[in-house]
C-alpha cells in the first residue's frame, strides 16, 4: 500500500511538473512581451490569488480565512519573496532563452541550501557542497555565452528569481506550521497589487490586448494546478526525490519552445546546452546521493 501510494506521488508531482513546463511556452505567445510585462503579471497575479482562495474554500469551508491570521512574518516574507521571484522570472524570459531562464531556476535547491545554513543553521553536507559548485561551474560558463549575445540582463534577473523561490521555501522551513497555500495567495496578491501600482505611476493602460490578458490568467491557472498536484504528492516523497522531479519543469519548459509544431522553434545555444547539462549532473547529482535523507517536506 506505501509503494503504491509512493508510485501515485511520483506521477502526481512528475504532472505537476509538466503544467509548470507549459509556463515558458504561454509566455512566448505574448504579443509584444517587453512592452507589458506589468499588464501581463497584473492579471497572472490576481488569477493565482483568486484561484488559490477558491481552492482552500473548497477544501476547507469558510475557516479558511483563519490561515491569515496564521500567516505570521514568515509567511508575510515568504508571500513577498514568491511574489518578486513571479515578478523576475516573467522579466527574465522576455530578455533571454526559455532555457536559460529554466536553468537559472534548476539552481534553487543549492541556492535554498545556502540561505538554510545562513538563517536556519542547517548543515550544508559534502554532496551538497561539491553540487553547489558544479552548478556554479555550469552558470559562470553560460555567464560568458549571454555576454556575447547581450541576455545577461536575463541571466541575472534568472537567478534572482531563483533567489526569491529559495527565500520562499526557507520561510517555510523557518516556521514549520505557515499556511503555504496562503503564503502562495500572499504572493498572487503582492505581485498584482506591485503590478497595480506600477502602471498607476507610469500611467499606462491596464489592458494590452485580449490575447494577453488571457494567455496571463493561463499560465496563472497553471502554476496554481501545478502547486495543487506538487501539494498532494510532496507529502509522501522525501525533498531529494521532489528535487529530481523538479527537472520536468525544466527540461520540459525547454522542449516545447523547441518543438517544432508550437512554431516558437527556440533552440538553445551550444553554451547553453553544455552549461545546462552542467547544472542538470549536479542536481542529478545531489539528488542520487542524498536519498537517504527521507525529510519530507509536504505542503499544507
Request: aromatic share 16%; hydrophobic share 55%.
Amino acid at each position: 500500500m506505501k509503494k503504491d501510494k509512493i508510485d501515485s506521488a511520483i506521477l502526481i508531482v512528475l504532472i505537476a511538473g509538466i503544467f509548470w513546463s507549459f509556463g515558458a511556452l504561454v509566455v512566448r505567445f505574448i504579443e509584444d512581451a517587453q512592452s507589458v510585462p506589468w499588464q501581463y503579471l497584473f492579471f497572472r497575479g490576481f488569477t493565482i490569488f483568486l484561484l488559490i482562495n477558491f481552492y482552500l474554500f473548497l477544501k476547507e469551508g469558510k475557516s479558511f480565512i483563519k490561515n491569515y491570521k496564521k500567516i505570521g512574518a514568515s509567511g508575510i516574507l515568504g508571500g513577498i519573496s514568491l511574489g518578486i521571484a513571479m515578478m523576475c522570472f516573467i522579466w527574465s524570459i522576455t530578455h533571454t532563452t526559455v532555457a536559460v531562464t529554466l536553468l537559472m531556476l534548476a539552481a534553487m535547491p543549492f541556492m535554498t541550501a545556502i540561505l538554510g545554513y545562513i538563517f536556519l543553521k542547517e548543515k550544508v553536507s559534502n554532496t551538497t557542497l561539491t553540487a553547489i559548485i558544479v552548478a556554479a561551474i555550469g552558470i559562470i560558463f553560460m555567464a560568458f555565452n549571454s555576454v556575447e549575445i547581450g541576455t545577461l540582463f536575463g541571466l541575472v534577473i534568472g537567478l534572482l528569481s531563483a533567489l526569491g523561490f529559495s527565500f520562499f521555501s526557507v520561510s517555510l522551513r523557518w516556521r514549520k506550521n505557515t499556511p503555504t497555500f496562503t503564503t502562495v495567495a500572499v504572493a498572487g496578491l503582492f505581485c498584482g497589487t506591485f503590478s497595480f501600482f506600477v502602471l498607476i505611476f507610469s500611467d499606462a493602460n491596464f489592458f494590452t490586448t485580449f490575447r494577453n490578458s488571457s494567455l496571463s490568467a493561463l499560465h496563472g491557472t497553471l502554476v496554481c494546478s501545478g502547486m495543487i498536484l506538487y501539494s498532494l504528492g510532496s507529502k509522501h516523497l522525501p525533498a531529494a526525490d521532489l528535487t529530481l522531479l523538479s527537472l520536468t519543469e525544466v527540461l520540459g519548459g525547454i522542449f516545447w519552445v523547441w518543438l517544432p509544431i508550437f512554431g516558437i522553434n527556440e533552440i538553445p545555444t551550444a553554451n547553453t546546452i553544455i552549461g545546462g547539462s552542467i547544472i542538470t549532473f549536479a542536481l542529478l547529482y545531489y539528488s542520487l546521493n542524498t536519498r537517504r535523507n527521507r525529510r519530507f517536506i509536504g505542503l499544507n
